[in-house]
């Protein structure tokens, strides 16, 4: 039996919780209604003069709220059932790679059918999730260009004996900071040998030290993990709410923000956990990179709107740090 059979099976048969709500709704609201009705009727019928607009009026505010219920809980149903496909995508992407670990030689067309049905489920459920995004969201927001990304230093005061030395120093053009557009594209690093716009996003990132230094990290952890055959793009984690990253950020420990370690992909998670515990030089390159991303996330936190929070988790250096963040324990 396949995974999608079996889903069809686990469907509830029953109304679903949000049918119901709705039902008990409208049953409550068609009840309000008529005992307006009836307890209203003088006054309805003085009213009489005014016209059909007050009979457009009422009639709207009646039928309007079963509108808006009844469209919140097709939503609610059809959210529930995405996520149910996706559950069942998950777990035959980690039988797959399992069965690919233990045995390799084995039935590679087998294989290529079964890797061909999760891909076509995958697209499915990936175009069902832009629907309902689509429906809830409404229009994209607009993407900030010229915020700046990072809190900025406050130069330190300089000693009063030192202020009115001599010295005629040339001026340096004032660097603009970088943005947060600019931020999360440099943390996903350039996506090609010919993405020029994206080296030059690096080359800007590189000239702010802190960030320089977080990026100089994630390029090795990212070099270190492909030697066993671990590349972000592969990864697919669940995409942590913003508020997950601000708990993280404002310091918080433990189950508030061990969202952050809900990846999928247990192959991988083995694979850079026995890297963690037996290879030191990959070891020290991880616990550095690791703080030094918690150091920048605490300037870039309070800087960002949610939406980019979301965006900043889907690169390649925030995948990085939740893959390594899960296998260090440092969500624990």
Same mark, same amino acid.
């Given at each position: 039996m396949t995974d999608r059979a079996s889903l069809e099976q686990k469907k509830p048969q029953s109304l679903g919780t949000e049918t119901l709500i709705a039902l008990a709704f409208t049953i409550f609201w068609l009840v309000a209604c008529a005992m307006y009705v009836v307890f209203n009727v003088p006054s @309805?019928?003085?009213?009489?003069?005014?016209? @059909? /607009? @007050?009979?457009?009026?009422?009639?709207m505010a009646s039928f309007f709220p079963l509108i808006v219920v009844w469209i919140a809980a097709y939503l609610s149903k059809s959210i529930r059932s995405v996520r149910a496909e996706a559950s069942v995508l998950r777990k035959s992407m980690n039988q797959i790679k399992t069965f690919l670990l233990e045995k390799p030689q084995n039935s590679d067309t087998t294989l290529a059918e079964q890797l061909a049905k999760i891909m076509a489920l995958a697209k499915q459920t990936e175009q069902r999730l832009n629907e309902l995004a689509e429906k809830q969201i409404g229009m994209p927001v607009a993407a900030r260009t010229n915020s700046a990304a990072l809190a900025e230093k406050i130069p330190k005061p300089q000693d009063p004996s030192q202020a009115t030395l001599p010295l005629h120093t040339p001026m340096e053009p004032e660097r603009m900071p970088i943005t947060v557009v600019e931020f999360i594209r440099a943390l996903n690093f350039p996506e090609n040998a010919n993405d020029k716009e994206g080296f030059r996003i690096l080359r800007r990132a590189f000239e702010e030290r802190e960030l320089g230094k977080l990026l100089q990290a994630s390029q090795d952890v990212l070099t270190l993990l492909s030697q066993d055959g671990i590349y972000m793009d592969d990864?697919?984690? +669940?995409? =942590? /709410? =913003?508020?997950i990253w601000r708990r993280f950020a404002s310091g918080q420990r433990g189950s508030p923000i061990s969202a952050l370690g809900n990846l999928p992909d247990q192959s991988a998670l083995t694979l850079a956990r026995n890297r963690l515990k037996? +290879? =030191?030089v990959f070891r020290d390159a991880a616990h550095h990179f690791l703080r030094k991303f918690d150091q920048i996330l605490v300037e870039f936190e309070p800087m960002a709107e949610d939406y980019e929070l979301l965006e900043m988790s889907m690169t390649r250096t925030a995948r990085a740090f939740m893959l390594l963040g899960r296998v260090a324990g440092s969500f624990d």
């Open positions: @309805t019928m003085a009213s009489e003069s005014s016209g @059909t /607009l @007050t009979l457009v009026m009422e009639l990864l697919n984690p +669940d995409k =942590p /709410l =913003p508020k037996n +290879d =030191p």
